[in-house]
């Protein structure tokens, strides 16, 4: 019994199922992917607002080191300052300023990427606009970045360990420098302070925040910078106001950089930065910059770094470690069959899906406490970027299936951040809730995590939390401010939390409160809370509320009750401001409600009605494949016999058609990895159809054979022949039903389609 199996048989005891324990043999003869790192696509998501990067990261990694070249160059595509852009880093752009430690992968709101290190040659130069440099030669896999700059024939490389990183600049004959910008990144917030250790080593900390531009969301990021050479000369620089009197009227860009060559204490400021200067550098010497990061403190960075690159290990090892730990993640899911493309597609799906939630503790079990100046300390890890409006879809479902051990400590930082403020997290970011997006999502995260099985957390505080969120006055609701009239009128009308109504999303809250308070329901019941079991349930179909027969979707309600008048159930599309509804028209939320299909389907006169709308949606072009609402309505076809073909038909071109290995191959934001995981799922055979319920909708797999790791053995899955499905077996017994739950999947142990032409 490996270390997975001997910590989960410790950790199920109070699952309800008993789980096999033997791992099925990869039949010999049979060809995989022995080197899954070889099969990702770093670039893929970094154009169309994908908004990845290719930096080097490891899976939940707190560190991460992304090239920046959104700013400094009139020739840049895109700029972070011209424009919303939310990502370091664009394909298209070629002017490299830097390397950022400290990102997001695939978010909507510009935040963190700072601490930019660059290198230069010739005269020292402390002005980004004019130190930046095009670049060529670029490459990237998992866990290593490398690039050429052209300007100055230096070849620059990053990887990382888990909280550090190491980078390796390579540079000409000649003089060379490194330099630290602590005054420029991606976030919107400013301030530094930067000290001279030694002749080597620097620390310091900068200020990150402002998350979709709430100002009460920052949080300090600590370092501690060391290069492995000498450096015959170094110092600080400051940005400087033009004199008063002598030059122009002062404004952020035309003032100048003043050197430091004689003072060595803390500098601080909005715009400074560091530099090290090597003289009579050897052609194709190297200098090598090791960071160690913190959100507690200077003391801890270093511990991490001291921790985490022990003076042994070389640039070329922690490259190497980053790749092998890499490989054996991505390894936990074999695939076997497919095309080059659909494994390139399925291994940097799974990828992206493996960035956040990241790890924030230190290795001392230090991290910050939620909403709080002070420390807290963790026995296991502690997670954060909860973004849990996108993730509580998918992605903490493939957490639970393929990596449990992780789902389980970040289920349990979801409860002592309740423990620290006193709500559960909904876009939670380094110890600050950004109350971005709405709904109340961490609750079914915890319910389905529960009900697949993995208990092994505090149960009765997890339901006070999520009990408070639903009962609690809006006044006093954090979670649901406009709770109010949902539990008075079963819905929230226009304008009770917008006065202005272009901005107002009470349908879209509404119909997140209804999935969360079914997952509540569900929870209630299986703990024999039984009043609380009938409240939720009931609460949850107050959707029915806004369906309107004569546009036959979802329509807001005012707040004397009518229908919003006039209406267009098409407004809304490309995130045009719609009265009810958030980044998104009606037909991208009308289908959204998961946990009463059946229900909903009666509302529109009928199974055949319902099927012949939903195909509407795909045919007329009116569902959204790069938003949430509608991610899942490809599988609600299988709810209805004889109609499971139309799943198959729309899952595969919608995979064919947005998922490629192109800089766009992400249909749009990949939300944390939200989108990645839809992709993982789908070709594999099988969705999680319904946050907070343990159940899967299937559909023709991509690959002949897929094994996937869990917590109780090797889940196989395989298909024959091509099409759609004419026949499923499930185990040892032919499968009729096209929703199984969890507990059978793994019970069975396989799963197994035949394919055929469809007559």
């Known amino acids: 019994m490996n270390l997975r199996q001997r910590f989960w048989a410790a950790t199920f005891v109070a699952a309800v199922f008993a789980l096999p324990v033997d791992a099925q043999q990869t039949p010999s003869g049979q060809l995989g992917t022995a080197d899954p790192v070889a099969c990702v696509v770093p670039f893929v998501g970094t154009t169309n607002f994908g908004t990845t990067n290719p930096g080097a990261v490891l899976p939940h990694g707190m560190m991460a080191v ?120 991606l976030t919107n917030e400013s301030g530094a302070t930067v000290r001279r250790v030694s002749a080597t080593e620097i620390e310091g900390s900068k200020l990150l925040g402002t998350f979709c531009y709430n100002p009460q969301t920052v949080f300090p990021i600590y370092f501690v910078l060391r290069v492995t050479k000498t450096p015959t000369a170094s110092g600080y620089w400051k940005k400087q106001r033009p004199m008063k009197g002598v030059e122009a009227e002062w404004t952020p860009d035309n003032g100048r950089y003043k050197l430091y060559t004689r003072y060595g204490r803390d500098l601080s400021g909005d715009d400074i930065g560091y530099w090290f200067t090597f003289d009579n550098l050897t052609a194709g010497e190297q200098v090598e910059i090791r960071m160690g990061i913190s959100f507690v403190s200077t003391e801890n960075a270093r511990r991490n770094l001291d921790a985490e690159q022990p003076a042994a290990m070389t640039f070329d090892s922690i490259q190497a470690a980053a790749r092998n730990r890499w490989n054996d993640d991505l390894g936990r899911i074999r695939i076997f069959g497919g095309s080059e493309e659909q494994r390139k597609v399925f291994y940097t799906a799974l990828y992206h899906a493996l960035i956040h939630p990241n790890l924030l503790n230190d290795v001392n079990g ?126 929230v009308p226009l304008g009770w939390f917008a006065a202005d109504l272009s901005g107002d999303n009470s ?143 729309e899952v595969r071109r919608l995979l064919d058609k947005y998922f490629t290995t192109r800089p766009d191959g992400i249909p749009g934001n990949d939300d944390t990895g939200t989108m990645s995981a839809w992709a993982v799922f789908s070709m594999l055979g099988f969705y999680p159809d319904c946050p907070g319920e343990p159940y899967y909708t299937l559909t023709a797999p991509t690959f002949d054979r897929a094994e996937i790791d869990t917590a109780s053995g090797t889940l196989v899955i395989e298909k024959q022949g091509v099409g759609y499905i004419s026949r499923m077996v499930l185990g040892n017994k032919p499968l009729k039903k096209y929703r199984i739950s969890h507990a059978e999947l793994l019970q069975a142990e396989t799963l197994s389609f035949n394919l055929q032409s469809r007559k």
Not at 458 to 471: C, G, H, N
Not at 512 to 539: C, H, I, M, P, W
Not at 622 to 645: H, K, M, T, V
Request: a negative charge; charged letters at 25%; proline letters at 5%.
């Open 507 to 649: 349908v879209s809250h509404a119909l997140e409160y209804y999935v969360a308070d079914n997952a509540l329901s569900q929870f209630a019941a299986a703990l024999g809370k039984t009043d609380d079991a009938t409240l939720f349930r009931n609460r949850s179909l107050g959707y029915k509320h806004y369906y309107c027969p004569e546009f036959g979707t979802l329509r807001p309600r005012t707040k004397s009750g009518e229908f919003l008048t006039p209406f267009n159930p098409r407004q809304g599309e490309n995130f045009e401001h719609v009265p009810g509804f958030h980044e998104g028209s009606a037909w991208n939320y009308t289908f959204f409600v998961p946990h009463d299909v059946e229900g909903l389907a009666k509302l529109m006169g009928g199974s055949k009605k319902f099927v012949a709308k939903l195909q509407k949606v795909f045919d007329e072009g009116l569902y959204d494949p790069a938003n949430e609402p509608d991610i899942a309505y490809a599988y609600l076809f299988s709810r209805f016999r004889g109609e499971e073909w139309r799943t198959q038909h």
């Open 66 to 185: 992304v090239p920046f070249n959104v700013m400094g160059s009139a020739k840049n595509v895109h700029d972070k300052d011209s424009r919303w852009w939310s990502t370091p880093y664009e394909y298209h752009n070629k002017f490299f300023t830097g390397f950022a430690h400290g990102a997001l992968s695939g978010v909507g709101c510009p935040e963190m990427g700072a601490l930019l290190t660059m290198a230069i040659t010739g005269d020292l130069e402390v002005d980004y606009r004019n130190y930046g440099s095009e670049y060529r030669d670029e490459t990237a896999s998992p866990g290593y970045y490398a690039l050429s700059l052209s300007r100055y024939g230096v070849r620059a490389e990053a990887t990382a360990t888990a909280r550090t990183s190491a980078e390796r600049y390579t540079f000409p004959a000649g003089k060379g420098h490194i330099l630290l910008n602590l005054g420029e990144g």
């Open 366 to 491: 230090e991290y910050p406490l939620m909403e709080s100046d002070g420390v807290g300390v963790t026995e296991g890890n502690r997670y954060t970027v909860f973004s849990l409006w996108d993730t509580y879809r998918n992605l903490h479902q493939l957490m639970t299936l393929v990596y449990p051990e992780r789902q389980i400590d970040m289920v349990r930082s979801m409860i002592d951040m309740y423990r620290e403020w006193g709500w559960l997290p909904k876009w939670e970011l380094y110890g600050r809730e950004t109350f971005t997006m709405e709904g109340d999502p961490a609750i079914p995260v915890i319910v389905d995590t529960w009900m697949k099985g993995l208990r092994d957390f505090d149960v009765e505080t997890a339901y006070a939390a999520m009990r408070k969120s639903a009962t609690t006055a809006g006044a006093q609701n954090r979670m649901r401010p406009d709770i109010d009239p949902y539990i008075e009128r079963g819905y």
